[in-house]
């Protein structure tokens, strides 16, 4: 008997992107499982390359014009909407959302409404929405899948088990470029040695997320609405090495951990394969190679991003979308050469504490709460001398 394997249909959003990318790497040698029906970009020709490549059914820009080169049979859609468009038009059985920053929520929650499974790398998305989400997600019975590589860990340590038996899980954290430089100098650090990342190659957003910890603040979010933890079962460890990916500690005292050298293909494959487990030609892994991993304690002066996590999260409300708005454009601001180093978790403090906190139960509600937090940086950083 000949059984006939289906192929999932799967759009690939932030396609131009270091995770998009290296989706596409994956995609490119399993044709026979996969179809690419939609890529979408903020703006550059390499999509027409992409396009060309994989003849999806749907392309968007959302910042510019269609690129020369793109397939006859391939529609083009433009503007933040145009993501919509595309997701609307081909209706994929997996969003694998890409999207850097607060743009990549409204593909989210079209995907939790349709009822798809989510592969999100957009952590904002749960950052900002995650309780509108979850919900969305239990309505439909959508699936969200984390591509984040710690995320990625804990559900595959979790694969089995029962939710209650977790003691409390560990997020592992490299401290970035700045573990062991002097915090008398902090305000002297330039552009460039912020986006100098030790182990992982990422956007710049998400870079600089990593030098101040912000990215490992929205980790602790991240994982509050997928796994439905509380904040005093979220632990965050720093491991400079990248080998443990995070660990969850169950009830009976034993620890159960996810290692790799870091390649986020592992996570992007296990998110598209999911709940199989597909092969593919990685390095063979050596552990002798890694005879010395390091667990330090995150030091609260050195990261306060991270204590801003569990602030936030006793917050509530839309706490969480004025968190990362304030961080995006205060990131912005501190790469335009306007604030030092230091002033990107300060000010995103400061606004979380002087502003009320309201409902964030529908889009709405977030979308407000994220131009607030907008509108606060910029004003807090235009009056601040
Ligand atoms: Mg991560």
């Known amino acids: 008997m000949i059984l006939a394997v289906s192929r999932t249909r799967v759009a690939i959003l932030g396609s131009t992107g270091s995770v998009g990318t290296q989706a596409l790497a994956i995609l490119r040698d399993r044709r026979d499982r996969f179809d690419v029906v939609a890529l979408t970009a903020r703006r550059g020709e390499q ?26 049979g391939t529609t083009f859609h433009r503007g933040a909407d145009g993501v919509l468009a595309a997701l609307d038009q081909t209706r994929p059985d997996i969003v694998l959302n890409a999207i850097t920053g607060a743009a990549g929520l409204p593909a989210s929650e079209w995907t939790l409404r349709a009822g798809r499974r989510l592969a999100l790398a ?57 573990l062991h430089r002097p915090l008398a100098t902090f305000p002297s650090i330039t552009r460039d040695e912020a986006l100098r990342h030790p182990t992982w190659t990422m956007g710049p957003r998400i870079t600089i997320g990593s030098a101040t910890m912000m990215n490992k603040a929205f980790e602790v979010l991240e994982a509050h609405w997928l796994f439905g933890l509380p904040p005093d079962k979220i632990q965050v ?28 293909r592992v996570p992007i494959l296990y998110c598209l394969s999911w709940p199989e487990r597909t092969p593919f030609d990685f390095q063979p892994f ?21 204590p801003l996590a569990y602030e936030t999260l006793r917050l509530g409300g839309d706490s969480g979308a004025v968190l990362n708005a304030a961080d995006e454009e205060l990131t912005r601001l ?46 807090l950083v235009a009056t601040t001398p």
């Open 237 to 264: 460890v720093l491991h400079p090495q990248s080998i443990v990916h995070s660990m969850v500690e169950f009830v009976d005292g034993s620890i159960v951990a996810q290692c790799g050298v870091p390649d986020m």
């Open 47 to 72: 999509i027409a390359a992409q396009a060309a490549e994989f003849s999806p059914t749907a392309v968007c820009m959302t910042d510019a014009d269609p690129p020369k080169g793109l397939p006859p």
């Open 286 to 306: 050596d552990p002798s190679r890694w005879r010395n991993l390091e667990f330090l304690p995150i030091d609260a002066e050195r990261y306060p991003a991270v």
């Open 122 to 178: 957009n952590k904002e998305s749960l950052v900002m929405a995650g309780e509108h989400l979850m919900q969305l997600a239990e309505n439909s019975g959508a699936i969200v899948l984390p591509v984040d590589s710690e995320h990625c860990a804990i559900h595959q340590c979790l694969r089995g088990e029962d939710p209650s038996t977790i003691r409390r899980i560990w997020l592992t954290g490299s401290g970035g470029p700045f």
């Open 334 to 379: 501190f790469l335009a050469g306007a604030v030092p180093f230091p002033a990107i978790v300060e000010t995103t403090a400061r606004i979380l504490r002087q502003r009320q906190v309201r409902p964030a139960t529908t889009l709405a509600n977030v979308l407000a709460a994220d131009r607030d937090g907008r509108t606060l940086a910029n004003q």
